[in-house]
């Protein structure tokens, strides 16, 4: 966590509780979601979307663990509230739920808060996660994992998988009601996907032809993509940092000698020579990335070199497009079924990203067919949040 957000991080929790116990003070019945990140909130959307649309009238709170997904969810309109969620102590733990006194609590794919969730099993609050992967040598199989697999095997009155893998492995683990139920993540993407939305200053930069769309990246995938856009400059690139702090930004800036332009530093203000004839775009700013990607006749997506997985590849893939990724994509499901298709590509040096590049930019067959797949796939795995509704909720009357 860089510093402006660590801030954040702390500001967000000053007389939290308080503001909790105020604004839910008399309110009965209330659904409580908790999401840790962007990425996850984004997985757990359609859901909540779902619930509004079911019970109008019903008080839903949201908690989120990062700056990254407060500030620009903070006046999500579908639910009542969104705050921070506060620190998982015993005496916050307690308080928080003196507070709230949820109906029903929804967790996201592997946040396991020892007293929140222990006090919510000892009250008797239905709770579920959902979005759940699970792989061979995950944390919670270890030794030292014994903690969360007792919350796994205690505190859910459901576990929603995402692959029939994770249910063996959970099953193997002693948690005693599992489902499969897919990723409900797909069914927003395509419906992003299927909505009439663009962003006049990107129209006037690309002037109506596709591009190179990178997003969720990180330093060195920047460095890397600097470096294609430099042998290419008959190209143009969209580039969306996972990180905005202006040393990432600027690292870009510097490196592009074909021109580069701050998104930031335009908007709403009048284009100049400099963003007409800039080969590079850097959009700085959270939120519109999964609306990006249809800007695009290919994609890299950010986070298999430097960390766990790669972000969302089918943000993208829903487009059709094909999907390039760095080579840690073990644990992403969606990265593994869409490399064994053929409509995605994952790369390990710069080398193989020029290839997957180069076929992109020169054979048109290449992008018809795997942008194909790519969007057939993801109709194909479309339908979680449904099947998820009905766990929680039971059939819609």
């Known amino acids: 966590m860089n510093t402006d957000k660590l801030k954040l991080f702390i500001k967000g929790r000053i007389g939290l509780l308080r503001k909790i116990e105020s604004a839910c003070r008399g309110k009965r019945d209330i659904i409580w979601f908790h999401v840790a990140s962007f990425g996850e909130f984004e997985e757990a959307r359609p859901v909540i979307e779902a619930t509004r649309a079911r019970f109008p009238k019903r008080k839903i709170l949201l908690t989120v663990f990062s700056p990254t997904v407060y500030e620009p969810m903070k006046d999500y309109d579908q639910v009542d509230w969104v705050f921070y969620l506060p620190l998982d102590t015993p005496w916050n733990a307690r308080r928080f739920l003196n507070a709230v006194r949820p109906v029903k609590a929804i967790f996201n794919i592997g946040e396991h808060w020892p007293f929140l969730l222990n006090g919510l099993r000892k009250r008797g609050i239905e709770t579920y996660i959902m979005s759940v992967r699970m792989e061979p040598d995950s944390p919670y199989l270890k030794w030292y994992g014994r903690v969360q697999r007792q919350i796994l095997q205690q505190c859910y009155r459901c576990v929603m998988v995402q692959n029939e893998d994770s249910k063996r492995l959970l099953e193997q683990m002693g948690v005693p009601k599992v489902k499969v139920v897919g990723d409900a993540r797909v069914d927003r993407v395509v419906t992003v996907c299927r909505q009439k939305w663009n962003d006049p200053l990107v129209d006037l930069w690309c002037d109506g032809v596709k591009v190179f769309v990178a997003g969720s990246t990180y330093e060195p995938e920047d460095r890397m993509l600097v470096e294609l856009a430099n042998t290419h400059p008959e190209v143009r690139m969209l580039i969306i940092p996972h990180e905005l702090d202006a040393a990432e930004v600027n690292g870009i800036l510097a490196g592009a000698t074909n021109g580069a332009v701050r998104y930031t530093d335009y908007k709403g203000k ?64 969606h990265c ?30 290449f992008l018809e067919r795997t942008g194909k797949i790519a969007a057939e796939y993801c109709r194909q795995s479309a339908g979680a949040t449904a099947t998820i509704m009905n766990i929680i909720f039971g059939p819609a009357e």
Do not use: C
């Open 336 to 365: 593994k079924d869409l490399a064994a298709l053929e409509a995605g590509f994952p790369v390990t040096n710069q080398q193989e990203l020029e290839f997957f590049f180069e076929k992109s930019v020169g054979d048109r067959k």
């Open 270 to 333: 009048k284009a100049d020579d400099a963003l007409l004839g800039a080969q590079i775009l850097v959009v700085d700013t959270v939120g519109m990335l999964s609306r990006l990607y249809r800007y695009g006749f290919a994609a890299y997506v950010g986070g298999g070199f430097t960390g766990p997985m790669p972000h969302s590849v089918i943000e993208p893939a829903a487009y059709g497009i094909p999907v390039a990724f760095g080579p840690r994509y073990d644990r992403e499901l």
